[in-house]
């Protein structure tokens, strides 16, 4: 693409000494889940009050202990809505409602009137600071934006006697911080909080919310606004340092977990990152990153499908099959030598104890901590490898295939995959294995078949044989044999001797129970290699052990 002067690089704020590169995220911040409004008003079909209460029970429950719930000065439906929470009885008592508010005096009344009998509440009050909205929207110079604030602050302070018996705390957004010049941001915040005077303290600190309202700048950079505000704001004690990120250069979780290190104590976002245009900050994402970094989120994700569902449901939208830690395919390996990995460390960790270090490959996290399961990890297409299919045998099926054979069924199915050019299901993928080895019957199957025990006479010292006599076809043809042996498949591959079928040496044979009770059935495997050098493996199925055997020396002949 040609550069043609349209755009320009994002100017850095003025030098000063920063440190949060030497810092590390060692605590939670206070979350503030903005779904219900920010989120809300982003969706095609925006939720109806039954739909936004059962959604903010779901972010109590989740542990949110500030939720912004609407803009009730916006409509009936949003005023409507906070009456019921409040009414009701939905909001616990350490449960903050938080109301967005433009500051316009009408429509602070309203916001205010909707509050009456609310316990806690956080009054958000906003207006635009950036070059580009004063010149397009509202063609006014930058004293009169820092006006606007300082007259929205008097009207909210001369409404406070509305909310007699409400905790009321103030948050003010100079919106669409992100492209406001960081000095003119800090002078309109500095008169807010000048004009709140009075009504802040330690146990009523107001929330400066820097958003980012439109991303424009690269992590780093945003990490230095969000330090150089921090530095050079004045009462900083008495105030709390809120994000809240957008995504529209992709980068809203590396935004917002560089400005917690820049020295932010609050962020604002959304369930799965739903919001405007690219959307609002996943929290799901960033709690979970600081929980795999080994520290508490302080939200309960221990159920991320169950979560998921209810957000799906109640808002419309869909969760990316890529989305970190909820997606469908995000614990799910396709890669053959991924698949190993996963494989091998699945393995080991069943000796370890439940808190060892978790260092599975290629998995940030451990499924269960999470409510997601192992099941869907490996999963087969024409990229998987041999370690996937046999993982998915012995997981699903009980089929522990010896480990010098995962070849032989990789081969298989892989065949499988790129003839149906897509991802095979579980179920196929066994159909495969099992039409391959477990239910051929060309060139070679057994038409009739019986055993006998051939007693030693007592006292000598000859080990006990077993006779076999059976009718088998080989190519169309049928022909009885009979043999000894020292067992049914020792005796079985004696008497396949008499037949025209390909002569050959056991290189190895393994066999394991699968089942349990009366269900139990006997899986055995054999190696064999022919007089003409091809290696081959058989496998058998059979409620009769020694069955088992004669039948994967069948299916050993029959490997094509």
Not at 237 to 262: F, K, M, P, T
Not at 271 to 286: A, C, K, P, S
Not at 521 to 542: C, F, L, P, R
Request: charged share 25%; glycine share 8%.
């Amino acid at each position: 693409m040609k550069v043609n002067g349209k755009y320009k690089a994002f100017e850095p704020v003025p030098s000063f000494k920063r440190t949060w590169p030497e810092k590390t995220i060692t605590k939670a911040p206070v979350w503030c889940s903005v779904d219900l409004r920010d989120g809300n008003q982003a969706l095609i079909n925006p939720m109806g009050v039954e739909q936004k209460l059962e959604f903010f029970d779901l972010l109590v429950k989740i542990g949110f202990k500030e939720i912004e719930v609407g803009f009730p000065a916006a409509s009936d439906t949003e005023f409507n809505f906070m009456r019921r929470l409040i009414e009701e009885n939905h909001v616990p008592d350490d449960v903050s409602l938080q109301v967005l508010c433009q500051a316009r005096e009408p429509l602070i009344k309203k916001t205010f009137e909707s509050l009456k009998g609310c316990k806690k509440a956080i009054f958000h009050l906003y207006n635009s600071t950036s070059p580009a909205q004063r010149k397009y929207t509202f063609n006014k110079s930058k004293e009169e934006i820092k006006q606007i604030a300082i007259d929205g602050i008097r009207c909210v302070k001369k409404c406070l006697s509305m909310s007699e018996g409400t905790d009321v705390r103030l948050e003010y957004s100079p919106e669409s911080f992100s492209t406001t010049e960081i000095d003119y941001a800090l002078e309109v915040c500095e008169a807010v909080v000048k004009e709140w005077g009075d009504a802040a303290d330690k146990n009523h600190k107001i929330i400066l919310n820097l958003p980012t309202t439109v991303e424009c700048a690269m992590p780093n950079q945003f990490a230095d606004q969000i330090e150089y505000f921090c530095q050079h704001i004045s009462n900083r004690e008495n105030l709390v340092i809120s994000l809240h990120n957008h995504n529209d250069r992709g980068e809203g979780v590396a935004q917002c977990e560089l400005g917690l290190l820049a020295g932010a104590d609050r962020v604002e976002g959304c369930l799965f990152g739903n919001g405007e245009r690219t959307g609002n900050l996943d929290i799901v994402n960033v709690a979970l990153n600081m929980f795999t970094q080994g520290v508490d989120p302080e939200l309960d994700f221990t159920d991320v499908p169950a979560i998921a569902e209810a957000y799906q449901r109640l808002t419309g939208m869909e969760i990316h099959p890529r989305m970190p830690y909820a997606g469908e395919l995000v614990f799910t390996a396709f890669s053959g030598s991924h698949q190993d990995a996963i494989r091998k460390g699945m393995a080991a960790r069943i000796k370890m104890s439940e808190d060892s270090l978790w260092d599975v490959p290629y998995l940030t996290i451990d499924p269960h901590d999470i409510g997601r399961q192992y099941e869907g990890i490996i999963r087969i297409n024409s990229q998987s490898g041999k370690g996937g299919a046999a993982y998915i045998l012995e997981k699903e099926y009980g089929i522990i295939a010896p480990k010098a054979m995962h070849p032989f069924i990789g081969n298989v199915i892989k065949d499988k995959a790129d003839s149906l050019q897509r991802e095979i299901t579980n179920e196929e993928l066994y159909e495969a294995f099992a039409e391959k080895w477990l239910k051929t019957k060309s060139p070679l199957t057994i038409k009739e078949i019986t055993q006998k025990h051939i007693e030693g006479e007592r006292g000598e010292n000859d080990s006990e044989q077993v006779g076999i006599m059976a009718t088998v076809e080989w190519e169309g043809k049928n022909f009885v044999v009979a043999a000894n042996g020292n067992g049914p498949l020792d005796a079985f591959v004696s008497a396949l001797k008499q037949t025209p079928a390909p002569k050959f040496n056991i290189v190895s044979f393994h066999e394991h129970s699968i089942g349990e009770g009366s269900d139990t059935q006997a899986m055995a495997y054999v190696h064999i290699t022919k007089e003409n050098g091809d290696d081959a493996w058989g496998v058998g199925k059979s409620s009769n052990v020694g069955r088992a055997g004669i039948a994967a020396v069948v299916s050993a002949l029959n490997y094509r």
